[in-house]
């Protein structure tokens, strides 16, 4: 199935393995920097040895960070994604926005738990425009890492129109499941004059490829990145 489909590994810590995933050609190598994670970065690496990665789809992850802190470490890391996992509203990422080196693009994460479609919907709108990405992944008070699904089939019902990255659970285990969301909505969106259905720009994967929390178990990485 040619989907077009891009990669995000979350949640790395070691140079040796994001070698070996920018040999994979892996299109994003995402970084915590959320100190309550046990795959915060900065535990593991320092800025300037991620400033040393040689790629252009470095991603920083933050969880209601200050703004004076992700400029920082955005900056000293030579970050190309800023990713906003946590709370932050449409004033703080304006204000982010014409701080940031205006090469450094914006990833918005939704989280998606009990709420309604309609719900879902005013967050979607409630985004502000200057925003690249939305990223959906499983509702948590831990902001993420949980290891499980949501319903991939809510966003089907919802205006989507920025390119978004799904996250959530993804694993070799549920590929199928996955390709098939996929390729449900390619035909969809081929065969209807208005486009019905936004397909996932990128696939985030993170703990169900980990032998320990940010320890990657790269034969898994690779076998998924082949089942596209």
Known sequence: ??????????????????????????????FIFFEKSTR?????????EIKSIKSDSKVGVFVNETLEKIIEISEKADLNFIQLHGDENQDFILKLK???NPKIEIIKVIRIGNQSK????????????????LLFDTDSKAFGGTGKTFDWQILNDLKIEKPYFLSGGISNENV????????????????????????????????KFEISP??????????FKNSF
């Open 118 to 133: 309609e719900e879902l919907q005013k967050t979607i709108n409630g985004q502000p425009t200057i925003i690249n990405y």
């Open 98 to 100: 014409e701080k940031l």
């Open 40 to 48: 915060y970065v900065l535990n593991f690496l320092n800025l300037e």
């Open 176 to 207: 199928e499941e996955l390709k098939n969301f996929v390729k449900v909505n390619l035909i969809e969106n081929q065969t209807l004059t208005k486009l019905k259905r936004q397909n996932p720009f990128a696939l985030d994967i993170n703990s």
């Open 1 to 30: 199935m040619n989907s077009n489909l891009k990669i995000k590994v979350c949640g790395l810590t070691k140079l040796n393995q994001i070698e070996e995933l920018n040999s994979l050609e892996i299109d994003f190598l995402g």
């Open 214 to 223: 940010g320890f990657k178990d790269l034969q898994k990485i690779r076998i």
